[in-house]
Nanobody, 124 residues
Framework: QVQLVESGGGSVQSGGSLRLSCTAS????????MGWFRQAPGKEREGVATISSDGRKSYADFVKDRFITSKDNAQNILYLQMNSLKPEDTAMYYC??????????????????WGQGTQVTVSS
């Protein structure tokens, strides 16, 4: 089992930056893909970014060139650096872990472990 805990959410002005963290514990050695998802009120949860065990990354078009995901393998921490934030980025952000390899399409059903989420609010 893998346990995930997100942190770093908050309220920022449009154009600002924020860094989210996700600390993993438990059987992290069976995690081959980790990702970030977000869900705004009235909308479905959508994939934001993924990073595989070999370091390969994938980003959704709406965050490309603005967000960067990275990981600290020694401390089992996943990061999401968010820059040039927009009001439409406002959502609950979740990190997730999968025992399967990352796929070309970010599908939440492929991730078996989820964090509790952290709120990100971007004002105009």
């Amino acid at each position: 089992q893998v346990q995930l805990v997100e942190s770093g959410g908050g309220s920022v002005q449009s154009g600002g930056s924020l860094r989210l963290s996700c600390t993993a514990s438990g059987d992290t050695y069976i995690t081959y893909c980790m990702g970030w998802f977000r869900q705004a009120p009235g909308k479905e949860r959508e994939g934001v970014a993924t990073i595989s065990s070999d370091g390969r990354k994938s980003y959704a078009d709406f965050v490309k060139d603005r967000f960067i995901t990275s990981k600290d393998n020694a401390q089992n921490i996943l990061y999401l650096q968010m820059n040039s934030l927009k009001p439409e980025d406002t959502a609950m952000y979740y990190c997730a872990a999968s025992s399967w390899y990352c796929r070309a399409t970010m599908t939440q059903g492929h991730f078996g472990s989820w964090g509790q989420g952290t709120q990100v609010t971007v004002s105009s």
